[in-house]
């Protein structure tokens, strides 16, 4: 089955910096890799998500990049701040064509981001 | 739009009950999918339902189960509950549409069996 590298496990940062985390996927059929923010006390929150046909995507201070050859995807937040402080979660699953689902995500173990005022 | 809804949000039970937990999807969203969520283990699928059937099944013995009425909620079931079973149960609903498959967390039921 598919396994999910992710690292670093913890990441310290001040305010104003870059923040880059890392994963590693196993199976090359999954093609949909979304990433997740949990705060304390919650449920992930979906923030950025990308599909095998695309190399990079953006979205204000997050975007993610693709290596499909290399099996690797990584989230890059710039401009921290304090609010972005949380777990974050890389995921990845694969979707038959035609199929209606992405069901079954393959979790990373998480990184814990603190961003330092 | 509401979110996704779980109930109960805390449950305390003792070895060898069972408990069940409840889903509502947001309004319009067909797949629900539930997770456990450990600090040892990480986020682990559970199953995955739509339109009332398993789509997906993860590596968790028969004491789990669950199932999906026709209005898309969804009900988890765990019998003979181990100490193990603690955790944090998360389900996550999805329109799955077309490219309209992003999955999208409740808040959890935090469990604990004592």
């Known amino acids: 089955g598919e396994n999910v590298e992710q690292h670093p496990s913890t990441l310290s940062v001040q305010e104003g910096d870059s923040a880059v985390i890392k994963c590693t996927y196993s199976?090359?059929?999954?093609?949909?890799f979304p990433w997740y923010k949990q705060e304390l006390g919650k449920g992930p929150q979906l923030i950025i998500d990308i599909r095998s046909n695309v190399g990079e995507k953006k979205d204000q201070r997050i975007a993610v990049t693709l290596n499909k050859t290399a099996k690797h995807f990584s989230l890059h937040i710039t401009e921290t701040q304090p609010e972005d402080s949380a777990v974050y979660f890389c995921a990845a699953s694969y979707k038959k064509p035609g199929g209606t689902s992405y069901g079954k995500l393959t979790f990373g173990q998480g990184t814990i981001l603190t961003v330092h005022p | 739009k509401a979110g996704v809804t779980q109930t109960p949000r805390y449950l305390i039970k003792t070895r060898g009950q069972q408990v069940t937990l409840s889903c509502s999807p947001i309004?319009?969203?067909?797949?629900v999918s539930w997770y456990q969520q450990t600090p040892g283990q990480g986020l682990q699928f559970l199953f995955e339902y739509f339109s009332e059937t398993q789509r997906n099944k993860g590596n968790f013995p028969g004491r789990f189960s669950g199932r999906q009425f026709s209005n898309s909620r969804s009900e988890m079931n765990v019998s003979t509950l181990e100490l193990g079973d603690s955790a944090l149960y998360l389900c996550a609903s999805s329109l799955a549409k077309g490219l309209n498959n992003e999955q999208f967390f409740g808040p959890g039921t935090r469990l604990t069996v004592l």
């Open positions: 199976d090359s059929a999954s093609n949909y």
């Open positions: 309004s319009g969203h067909r797949s």
